[in-house]
T-cell receptor, first 113, second 115 residues
Framework: KQEVTQIPAALSVPEGENLVLNCSFT??????LQWFRQDPGKGLTSLLL?????REQTSGRLNASLDKSSGRSTLYIAASQPGDSATYLC????????????FGGGTRLMVKP | DTGVSQNPRHKITKRGQNVTFRCDPI?????LYWYRQTLGQGPEFLTY????????KSRLLSDRFSAERPKGSFSTLEIQRTEQGDSAMYLC?????????????FGSGTQLSVL
């Protein structure tokens, strides 16, 4: 059974810092991996999707990498801003899971002005 | 593209009552998913449809839960005889099967509180 872990569970940084969020998964037979952002009491917004054949994806100040063999992904946020404060979730789509996403518990990020 | 719409946003009910949630996916999306999220946790998969066919159901979906997607458009999730443990955010998502990477688009969720 796929298990997804995110470290750290919570992170507080001053504005302007570059930061890295970590995601690890136990079964490397994945179809893709997605990073989502969730604001309090709201739904999820997809940030980046990395196919299993890809190493990384970039969107603006965000860069996500994938090392399938070691079961790891990182989300890099450059020049953090207070508006980046949210919970960041990673989710893997297993090859044999019938298109079900398995989510990690999330990292709660606070960027202080 | 108006996004995924979920109604109601909030639902408060007494234990033992039945509740029904509605999800309207992005119009051209053929896959629709239901997830459940409790406070401080990541979402957990419940079920998904491709068009009107329900293709997968989680063990979390007890016999008190039923989901439908008539005509392959909107979907409803019904919970019968609600229990306090059913209190959670119920999230709907849609995607285009065969699209690039099949990115999921989530709605804002329905927050259920069972008293």
């Amino acid at each position: 059974k796929q298990e997804v872990t995110q470290i750290p569970a919570a992170l507080s940084v001053p504005e302007g810092e570059n930061l890295v969020l970590n995601c690890s998964f136990t079964d490397s037979a994945i179809y893709n991996l997605q990073w989502f952002r969730q604001d309090p009491g709201k739904g999820l917004t997809s940030l980046l999707l990395i196919q299993s054949s890809q190493r990384e994806q970039t969107s603006g100040r965000l860069n996500a990498s994938l090392d399938k063999s070691s079961g790891r992904s990182t989300l890099y946020i450059a020049a953090s801003q207070p508006g980046d404060s949210a919970t960041y979730l990673c989710a893997v789509n297993d090859l044999d899971a019938g298109n079900m996403l398995t989510f990690g518990g999330g990292t709660r990020l606070m960027v202080k002005p | 593209d108006t996004g995924v719409s979920q109604n109601p946003r909030h639902k408060i009910t007494k234990r033992g009552q039945n509740v029904t949630f509605r999800c309207d996916p992005i119009s051209e999306h053929n896959r629709l998913y239901w997830y459940r999220q409790t406070l401080g946790q990541g979402p957990e998969f419940l079920t998904y449809f491709q068009n009107e066919a329900q293709l997968e159901k989680s063990r979390l979906l007890s016999d008190r839960f039923s989901a439908e997607r008539p005509k392959g458009s909107f979907s409803t999730l019904e919970i019968q005889r609600t229990e306090q443990g059913d209190s959670a955010m119920y999230l709907c998502a849609s995607s285009l099967f065969g699209g690039a990477g099949e990115k999921l688009f989530f709605g804002s969720g329905t927050q259920l509180s069972v008293l």
